[in-house]
């Protein structure tokens, strides 16, 4: 039997599965123009989508976890977001 789930838990569910379908979606679109200019202009496109999830779901996550978790620890993960998203900037 599934117990009740946390709302924080749930969204974080939700917005993965939008994640998936989004980039499903891109690259069914990718198939159908079969062009490679679109297919990276498609694919620039979800760069952006990517980070903004997993700060979204981050995010979530520690909102429902700051009872269980120190201020440390959050600073910490939220360190570790920053030098990822700052990793992919870099050239």
């Excluded at 838990?9 to 198939?31: K, N, P, T």
């Excluded at 520690?62 to 910490?76: A, F, H, N």
């Amino acid at each position: 039997m599934i117990g009740v789930i946390e709302r924080a838990l749930l969204f974080i569910i939700l917005l993965r599965v939008i994640s998936g379908s989004i980039e499903i979606s891109a690259a069914a679109l990718m198939y159908k123009f079969n062009d490679l200019e679109k297919a990276f202009y498609i694919n620039s496109m979800l760069a952006l989508v990517g980070p903004v999830i997993l700060i979204v779901t981050t995010g979530l996550a520690l909102s429902g976890l700051t009872e269980k978790i120190s201020l440390t620890r959050m600073v910490c993960l939220f360190a570790g977001i920053s030098l990822i998203l700052f990793s992919l900037k870099a050239k």
